[in-house]
């Protein structure tokens, strides 16, 4: 299960790529966002998606609380921030023989789309695990512990990074056009290139929609590392929801798909029925 969560979070990494949305403003840059707002829920079913194995695995989702939460930077300024849950739970079988239920939370930035806080929960079979880090935005740093760390500016962790590249513009991309990804976990800053592949439209159990199929390019010393090609569809409109997520093993697909939504920022025109 461990496996099938990795492939998941893979997905949820910033990019500090130029954008001409991002302009400064009050010392800080503000990120013009048509994707998401307060409310959003996404909710996946995970695990195997074809074989004899099909729907073991599990459910998650992402989930934007309905109001604002207030954080004070180091200059003295209180900032509005999004309140953005991400969840992995195991079921039937799977919840038997090993069960899971990982939880993640990060305070994002409403104007800038950039993280404060980062908090994450594994609880895995008998692995547990716990991790929180703290931003300074305002001097760069990331405090983790009694640790700090010398960041980039507007660092992000592994699921802010999402909600920042769906504000991107990537119907204006072209195939085979990368993007450099980077997120900070644990004490170190990661980078990730992502690859457009093509648009193409695909059916998940929330309805069928037009996609941009991308694919991460896993590089030498990143922390997620597979030996299969990993393909991911978001849909191709302003809201660049992830319908899907997948990638073969041995014994079939693995992955996640899009079943259930709701408190989307405006209508999904990429939905075709």
């Known amino acids: 299960m461990r496996f099938l969560i990795s492939i998941i979070i893979i997905i949820f990494l910033q990019s500090e790529t130029t954008n001409s949305r991002l302009f400064t403003q009050n010392s800080l840059r503000y990120v013009q966002n048509e994707a998401f707002g307060f409310g959003e829920k996404l909710e996946y079913k995970i695990g195997m998606l074809n074989g004899v194995l099909k729907g073991l695995g599990g459910s998650g989702g992402f989930s934007i609380e309905k109001e604002p939460v207030k954080k004070t930077l180091s200059n003295g300024e ?10 992995v739970v195991s079921e039937g079988i799977v919840e038997m023989t090993y069960p899971v239920n990982d939880r993640y939370r990060t305070i994002v930035d409403v104007s800038g789309i950039f993280p404060h806080e980062f908090h994450q929960r594994i609880r895995e079979g008998s692995y547990k695990m716990d991790f929180t880090a703290r931003f300074d935005q305002i001097k760069n740093i990331a405090f983790v512990g009694d640790k700090q760390y010398k960041v980039e500016p507007y660092i992000q962790d592994i699921v802010s990074a999402l909600f920042y590249v769906r504000t991107m513009d990537l119907s204006a991309m072209k195939n085979g056009e990368i993007i450099t990804l980077r997120n900070f976990y644990k004490d170190t800053t990661y980078e990730l290139p992502i690859q457009i592949i093509r648009r193409e439209t695909i059916t998940v159990r929330a309805g ?5 199929l991308v694919q991460p390019v896993i590089k030498e010393g990143s922390p997620f590392k597979f030996n299969n090609t990993i393909n991911v569809w978001v849909t191709d409109d302003a809201r660049k929801i992830p319908v899907k997520v997948s990638t073969s093993i041995i014994l079939g697909d693995v992955g996640a798909e899009l079943f259930r939504y709701s408190g989307v920022r405006g209508k999904i025109d990429a939905k075709r029925r």
Do not use: M
């Not at 069928?208 to 941009?212: A, E, K, L, P, W």
């Open 208 to 212: 069928t929609f037009r996609t941009i």
């Open 78 to 87: 209180t900032r509005n921030c999004y309140n953005i849950n991400f969840w």
